[in-house]
């Protein structure tokens, strides 16, 4: 996380802030490319169209790592025509299968992640979970002091915090393994601050939700493939590809749900054994 830049400062009118969460869309290099057997373009594809046939579209879109499946550029590219083609505000933020680098220069011109927005009198913080060649997440010291600054500098605004992997155990024995490794110090620094409603991660391709205090804790499922919950081991799971909406309330309250598409049949191998997550 930079303390070099400022809070982009998002114009809104609404009742309320409007978002929808895009995560793991795992995109490969060329169009039609697989995951497991599974068009993930095509999975996406489906995916957006719930946005477009939203009656109140989201005024941003948040897109939580996991991009593209092995950090193609050509995946993000493709990516970015898609979500400029919506004509939706989008930020995004890397998972373990993204590069970087290469995210930056596809997806923002080689500007860096957002880290801080402002809507609606909201604060939302996007954070960086990725470790260079490990599954895995951690946020780091730095990382965390700088998270607690920019909490503290606003404790008057309700506060939504973005990362790719899970920081707390979602019942998978497999997938907890890779959770965020300093979980613990994030959530000792949430909970100095009470403002904080709301904490949203992708990875574990699955819906999950939990209450800590004030805060929900959320996660969404992929675009693409699903993965079954509460399993011991690597194991896929029959639910379709999915997104999640969240409204903030201009009083701090969070409402959300987990749309998944309907009416399609999505191919996928079955009997795979697993995959680099």
């Given amino acids: 996380m930079s ?4 809070p982009l400062e998002l114009p809104h009118t609404g009742p309320c ?20 057997g599974m068009d993930t373009d095509n999975s996406l ?3 957006l169209h719930l946005l477009r046939g939203a009656g109140h579209p989201p005024d941003l879109i948040l897109a939580t790592g996991d991009l593209a499946s092995n950090g193609s550029e050509a995946a993000y590219r493709r990516l970015r025509a898609c979500f400029d083609a919506l004509g939706i505000g989008w930020y995004w933020l890397p998972g373990n299968h993204d590069d970087t680098r290469l995210m930056s220069a596809a997806l923002s011109d080689g500007a860096p992640m957002r880290r801080c927005l402002h809507i609606g009198g ?36 309700p506060a939504l915090v973005c990362l790719h992997h899970q920081p707390v155990p979602i019942g998978c024995a497999w997938l907890d393994q890779q959770k965020v490794a300093d979980g613990d110090a994030f959530l000792d620094v949430l909970g100095r601050h009470a403002q904080v409603r709301g904490v949203i991660w992708g990875h574990v391709h699955q819906e999950f939700s939990c209450r800590r205090g004030e805060a ?29 909406w969240l409204e903030l309330m201009p009083e701090g309250r969070i409402r959300t749900c987990v749309e998944r ?7 996928f191998d079955r009997d795979s054994g697993g995959y680099l997550t």
């Fill in 122 to 157: 909201w604060q939302i913080l996007l954070l960086d979970s990725t470790v260079p060649g490990e599954v895995g997440g951690r946020l780091g010291e730095r990382q965390l002091r700088e998270l607690d600054a920019l909490l503290a500098e606003r404790p008057d605004m």
């Fill in 17 to 36: 802030v409007r978002i929808a969460q895009i995560t793991d869309t795992h995109l490969e290099e060329r169009a039609g490319g697989t995951l497991l």
């Fill in 261 to 267: 598409v309907s009416g399609i049949d999505f191919s």
């Fill in 3 to 6: 303390g070099e830049q400022d």
């Fill in 45 to 47: 594809h489906h995916v």
């Fill in 216 to 244: 929900l804790l959320l996660a969404t499922p992929s675009t693409c493939i699903q993965f079954a919950p509460l399993s011991e081991d690597f194991a896929l799971d029959d639910a379709a590809p999915g997104m999640r």
